[in-house]
């Protein structure tokens, strides 16, 4: 009685199995054969979800943007409600394009979308500096593909989804233009600089002894100081034109959020730094020596913004070429 039901059984759970795995292979192969046809390059879908997963990783937008509580990052506009005009960027997008339009260029909320990516510094948001990286460029390098699936995902932020209307955006048809020939320049651009020793690189970056001091105010991962900008993942989305021109002209364009101001005080005290926290009855800044100090307002007289950056300007003077070159070798490796 028992033994023709077990029979079945295992027969069942063999055939199970075989169906599992004839399914495991064929979807390897058929994933395999989509790869392929892209010759290397990505196929990606034009959806907000295939938008997001590169928002939040290949396209490094987490790092200098959040949305809504999503992210960590200060450095630009949030993209969700509690952004600038308290809209989330797909809503935004459509005020963004009627003031395109009154400014001369006509355009509608989704060639806002794909101008703020195509050509960043075409509308420089209030209160922010111009300092959105090509993301077209190396070394985020998205691809046409990949930008549209980033649009749609900011679409789908408060706005109409609608994948059809990047397709006809002029924007896209001129990045797309611009990004065939971006990642030959680049490589052009590298072409003066030697290899350095990104060991080396991190010895002088955090050194004690070394009249550089990086540290002293950036921090890379666990460590460093917090009175620059974090560099942890300088790398991923900076070139190395955009690192040396930060090194040795630290003053020429200045990280948002960043400006230092000059503080005299009623004693006569005068004090440089960065403010990190204000409130009715003091003011706290970060001077170049990476030290917090506290400020009760009663004894300020005077408060001065200034052009120049807390970073010191005479980097060019005191490495030489060769530890430029090992600091630069480190800070590549910041991805
Ligand atoms: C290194 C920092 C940085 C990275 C990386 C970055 N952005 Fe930005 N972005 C900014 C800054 C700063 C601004 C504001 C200045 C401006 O308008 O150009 C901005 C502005 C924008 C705006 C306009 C917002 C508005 O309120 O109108 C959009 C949209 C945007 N970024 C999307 C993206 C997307 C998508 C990515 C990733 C593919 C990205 N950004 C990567 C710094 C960055
Ligand atoms: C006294 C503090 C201080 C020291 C020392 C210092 N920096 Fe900076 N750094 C800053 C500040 C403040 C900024 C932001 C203002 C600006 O853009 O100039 C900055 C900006 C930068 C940026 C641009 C980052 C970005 O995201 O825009 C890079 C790269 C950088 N520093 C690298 C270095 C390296 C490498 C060294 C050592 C050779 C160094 N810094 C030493 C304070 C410092």
Redesign the pocket.
């Known amino acids: 009685m028992k033994r023709p039901f077990l029979g079945v059984t295992i027969f069942t759970v063999v055939i199970v199995l075989l169906f599992v795995y004839i399914g495991e292979v064929l979807t390897k192969v058929s994933g395999e054969a989509v790869k392929g046809a892209g010759h290397g390059v990505s196929a990606v879908g034009a959806t907000p979800e295939a938008g997001e997963a590169i928002f939040w990783r290949k396209g490094a937008c987490y790092t200098c943007h959040s949305v809504g509580r999503r992210g960590s990052s200060i450095r630009a506009p949030n993209l969700g409600e509690s952004g600038p005009l308290n809209m989330p960027i797909g809503a935004r997008a459509a005020l963004r394009a009627q003031e395109r339009t009154k400014q001369g260029r006509p355009m509608a909320a989704t060639d806002y979308l794909v101008e703020s990516l195509a050509e960043p510094g075409a509308y420089v948001v209030e209160g922010f500096k111009n ?1 959105m990286p090509l993301v077209w460029k190396p070394p985020i390098a998205l691809q046409p593909d990949e930008i549209k699936a980033v649009v749609t995902y900011l679409q789908s932020q408060g706005g109409t989804v609608d994948a059809a209307g990047i397709d006809k955006s002029p924007f896209l048809q001129k990045l797309k233009a611009a990004a065939a020939t971006a990642a030959a320049e680049v490589a052009e651009a590298w072409k003066p600089y030697m290899p350095g020793d990104p060991k080396l690189g991190q010895e ?2 955090f050194s004690p002894e070394s009249p ?3 540290g ?3 921090a890379t991962k666990e460590k460093g ?1 917090d ?3 974090e ?1 942890t993942h ?1 790398a991923a989305t ?1 070139t190395p034109q ?2 040396l021109q ?2 040795l002209e ?2 020429k ?3 948002s959020g ?3 101001i000059l503080i005299q005080t009623k004693d006569g005290r005068l004090i440089t730094g ?1 403010v990190k926290k204000e409130d009715v009855a003091s003011i706290t800044v970060a001077d ?3 030290q917090l100090q506290k400020i009760p307002k009663a004894e300020i007289a005077e408060r001065v913004p200034q052009k120049t ?4 300007e005479n ?1 060019g003077e005191i ?1 030489t070429v060769k530890d430029l070159h090992d ?1 630069l070798a480190f ?1 590549m490796t910041l991805k």
Do not use: N, Y
């Open positions: 300092e002088i970056f550089v001091g990086c002293k105010c950036h100081g009175v620059g900008p560099l300088v900076r955009f690192i930060a090194i630290p003053s364009e200045i990280a960043f400006d230092s960065i170049s020596q990476g950056s807390l970073m010191p980097f490495l600091l800070l």
